[in-house]
């Protein structure tokens, strides 16, 4: 069959659907050009928010108006449960997010329709990879055991798993080996890499740099495969910020010098509502150890405007420590209640319209902040990664540096095209509230 794949929501989808790409090709089934060509789709959904989970299950549903074999994935199938096909009557398969792995089997099956919950945890669902590209994602932690009072992931998501180590290690020394020169790890909750279940055993190598927690040491280990140049991770949630992290990114430069920090709120009232364990005070102090080292060293967050009870003083508060840990960027989400979690037995009191200003007035912080930070990066030379042409201008390429910054730049006229995954030195001359512009030197 030819097959296409829809996907919305985090880099978790987009690494599945890469995976569920994989399965599909080496069961024989080839990728289509475009939806209108396949006679398979697949939509790989999200469920955090209520329009996110919206937006999804339309698609999904105008998908089966079409007469295609349609399929749907990932957390919004968790959340729905059998209800989907209430839903979406003409849906053909729905497999939950940690059992996208049987998708292969479905098809062969061919008894429709079908409705998957369970697990399937294999290492060849863990590890398949689309083909090409220099850049990899790598699952490292499924699930989540924070319970933060809004977030419907851990019930989704299930109960939290590290991959052993040495089955990451392998992973990603192949990935090296076959071209691939950035890799990012992936978990809800990344930082708690090894901390449910025990990842490094007795006869795996000792770290040669002391290091006793699970995931610096692993950061340690797969800084020393050859061939890989950048390793990025996701998300970090602030509590696991220790001084073994800090370490790791002072002494290993190919640790990209970024931390996607999610910061929720700025005011402890609120973030002790949340269950998020860790105060405004704590949390800055962790952004200025990780800036000790290097006051270049890129932090963005996610925020949630609008939580139950967020009074215009714990909005100033989120104001201010935005403007405090001066965040390189940040993505701002209204709140939405979710079936299930301990805030949606609040009243969700702060009306549609003030959600809007509070994420209007954020976002326009961020535009100037956003600013000053990469003006003060004007006549630095930035290492890129070349990605291909600008998405804006298609005479630029572009490439993202070691803080995960968007660097285009003007090739100049008669020289080699990089190759992807090629490192440029370019010398920024221009700042942009999320984009810096420069030339390439020629020595690059
Ligand atoms: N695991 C990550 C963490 O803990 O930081 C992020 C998980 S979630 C997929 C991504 C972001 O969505 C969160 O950081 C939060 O800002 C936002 N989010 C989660 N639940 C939400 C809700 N009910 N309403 C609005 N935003 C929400
Ligand atoms: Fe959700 Fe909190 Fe887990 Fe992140 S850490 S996935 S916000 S429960």
């Given at each position: 069959m030819k097959f296409h794949i829809h996907t919305y929501g985090c880099q978790m989808n987009v690494r599945d659907s890469e995976a569920v790409e994989a399965l599909l090709s080496a069961a024989g089934h080839v990728k289509a050009s475009c939806e209108?060509?396949?006679?398979?789709?697949?939509?790989?959904s999200c469920t955090v928010r209520q329009k996110a989970e919206e937006k999804a299950v339309g698609k999904a549903g105008y998908l089966c108006s079409t007469g295609k074999l349609t399929g749907l994935m990932g957390c919004a199938v968790k959340r729905l449960g059998a209800d989907v096909?209430?839903?979406?009557?003409k849906l053909d398969f729905a497999v939950a997010p940690r059992g996208f792995g049987l998708i292969p089997k479905i098809l062969a099956e061919g008894r429709?329709?079908?409705?998957?919950?369970?697990?399937?945890?294999?290492?060849?669902?863990?590890?398949?990879?689309?083909?090409?590209?220099?850049?990899?994602?790598?699952?490292?932690?499924?699930?989540?055991?924070?319970?933060?009072?809004?977030?419907?992931?851990?019930?989704?998501?299930?109960?939290?798993y590290s991959r052993p180590a040495r089955e990451i290690v392998a992973e990603v020394r192949s990935l090296a080996a076959n071209?691939?020169?950035?890799?990012?790890?992936?978990?809800?909750?990344?930082?708690?890499?090894?901390?449910?279940?025990?990842?490094?055993?007795?006869?795996?190598?000792?770290?040669?740099?002391?290091?006793?927690?699970?995931f610096p040491r692993l950061l340690e280990a797969?800084?020393?495969?050859?061939?890989?140049?950048?390793?990025?991770?996701?998300?970090?949630?602030?509590?696991?910020?220790?001084?073994?992290?800090?370490?790791a990114y002072a002494e290993f430069p190919k640790i990209c010098r970024h931390i996607h920090l999610p910061v929720q709120s700025g005011s402890d009232r609120i973030l002790a509502d949340m269950g998020r364990r860790y105060t405004r005070a704590e949390y800055l102090a962790a952004v200025r150890r990780l800036r000790g080292f290097d006051p270049e060293f890129a932090v963005t967050t996610d925020v949630i405007v609008g939580y139950p009870g967020e009074s215009e003083e714990d909005f100033e508060a989120t104001r201010s420590l935005m403007d405090e840990a001066g965040f390189d960027n940040a993505f701002v989400f209204k709140y939405s209640p979710r079936p299930g979690t301990r805030s949606a037995a609040k009243p969700d009191d702060v009306p549609q319209e003030e959600k809007e200003r509070r994420n209007s007035v954020l976002l326009e912080d961020q535009e100037?902040?956003?600013?000053?930070?990469?003006?003060?990066?004007?006549?630095?030379?930035?290492?890129?990664?070349?990605?291909?042409?600008?998405?804006?201008?298609?005479?630029?390429?572009?490439?993202?540096?070691?803080?995960?910054?968007?660097?285009?730049?003007?090739?100049?006229?008669?020289?080699?095209?990089?190759?992807?995954?090629?490192?440029?030195?370019?010398?920024?001359?221009?700042?942009?509230?999320?984009?810096?512009?420069?030339?390439?030197?020629?020595?690059?």
């Open positions: 209108e060509d396949a006679d398979l789709v697949i939509v790989n096909f209430k839903r979406l009557p429709f329709p079908r409705l998957e919950l369970g697990d399937d945890l294999s290492a060849e669902a863990l590890s398949s990879h689309a083909a090409g590209g220099f850049q990899a994602f790598v699952t490292v932690l499924v699930g989540c055991n924070n319970r933060c009072s809004y977030c419907i992931v851990p019930d989704v998501r299930g109960r939290e071209g691939v020169k950035e890799v990012c790890l992936l978990g809800q909750s990344v930082l708690r890499y090894g901390v449910s279940n025990a990842v490094w055993d007795a006869s795996d190598e000792p770290s040669p740099g002391g290091y006793t927690e699970a797969l800084s020393a495969i050859p061939g890989l140049g950048r390793i990025r991770f996701t998300s970090a949630h602030p509590g696991g910020c220790t001084d073994e992290l800090v370490r100037r902040r956003g600013l000053e930070r990469n003006k003060a990066l004007v006549g630095t030379v930035r290492e890129v990664l070349a990605e291909g042409p600008s998405k804006r201008n298609a005479s630029r390429l572009a490439g993202r540096d070691s803080g995960n910054r968007i660097v285009v730049w003007e090739p100049p006229a008669g020289s080699r095209v990089p190759v992807l995954g090629e490192k440029v030195r370019v010398r920024i001359l221009e700042a942009h509230p999320q984009i810096l512009a420069g030339e390439a030197l020629a020595d690059s």
